[in-house]
């Protein structure tokens, strides 16, 4: 058997060692001649000691797993029935999947270097004209988007708890506070629909303070409300004044 002359430190590990002895005897993976691999690996690793690897530990490991494996094949076999599995069956299986990850390595090393010599351009910022709306609104046609959501969520909305009780009184809602509400949905210069503000669980006095609310802040000038035609609603923005 020729010598083998490596240098331990052009290898990534033992398993690409092993690797490379593998495919010099033109084995293979899963049928490796453990004797004469095993030898070729020792007289790789030869003056290990001496050598400033890392990782030399691992090689040592291997030597002894590879020295366990051709000790197992050079015992007898059992003379019961059952059949032993294959001690290299392991190590076979872990060459696989090394050699798998090595062969998608250097798939990707070479789109690497293919372009390496390419130029991309920069992505371009492309500025689209906001177009202007100049349609104004009527407040009969507001009103007639609040009525049809409002019909439309007292058909869906199940019967509130209050209902069910004595009257003591009506609800009380505060179109300050919705006008509040409105104001913190708006924050930041947010596009709000107007069909957005009306939530499946609001109370009748909830949906009618909130588009009071509506209606005195496009009186205030500080909401202004643009009609969306493929939504088929109200987009809602905030106005500011002009002393602001």
């Known amino acids: ?10 290898f990534e590990g033992p398993l690409d060692l092993l690797l490379t002895l593998i495919q010099k005897n033109k084995v293979s993976i899963y049928d490796i001649p453990i004797v004469e691999i095993t030898a070729q690996y020792l007289e790789a690793i030869d003056g290990i000691e001496d050598s400033n690897l890392d990782n030399t530990s691992e090689f040592l490991v291997m030597a002894s797993h590879l020295l366990y494996i051709k000790s197992k094949m ?26 798998k990850f090595k062969e998608a390595s250097a798939e990707l090393r070479k789109n690497e270097f293919a372009t390496k010599d390419m130029v991309f351009r920069e992505a371009e910022k492309i500025n689209f004209p906001v177009p202007k709306y100049d349609i104004s609104h009527s407040t009969d046609e507001l009103l007639e988007a609040f009525t ?82 493929d939504k088929r609603d109200f987009i809602l923005t905030t106005r500011k004044k002009k002393n602001d």
Do not use: N
Not at 1 to 10: G, H, P, Q, R, S
């Open 148 to 229: 049809h959501i409002f019909r439309r969520r007292l058909r869906m909305a199940k019967p509130e708890k209050r209902a069910f009780s004595q009257i003591v009184g009506r609800e009380k809602v505060s179109v300050d506070d919705m006008v509040e509400k409105i104001c913190k949905r708006l924050a930041g210069g947010k596009r709000v629909r107007f069909g957005s503000l009306f939530q499946r669980g609001d109370s009748k006095p909830e949906m009618i303070a909130t588009f009071l609310a509506v209606l005195e802040m496009i009186r205030l000038s500080r909401l202004r409300a643009d009609y969306d035609e």
């Open 74 to 99: 050079l015992l007898p076999a059992p003379e019961d029935d059952e059949e032993e599995e294959d001690p290299r069956e392991e190590l076979a299986r872990r060459l696989a999947e090394y050699q």
């Open 1 to 10: 058997m020729d010598k083998v002359l490596y240098k331990l430190d052009t």
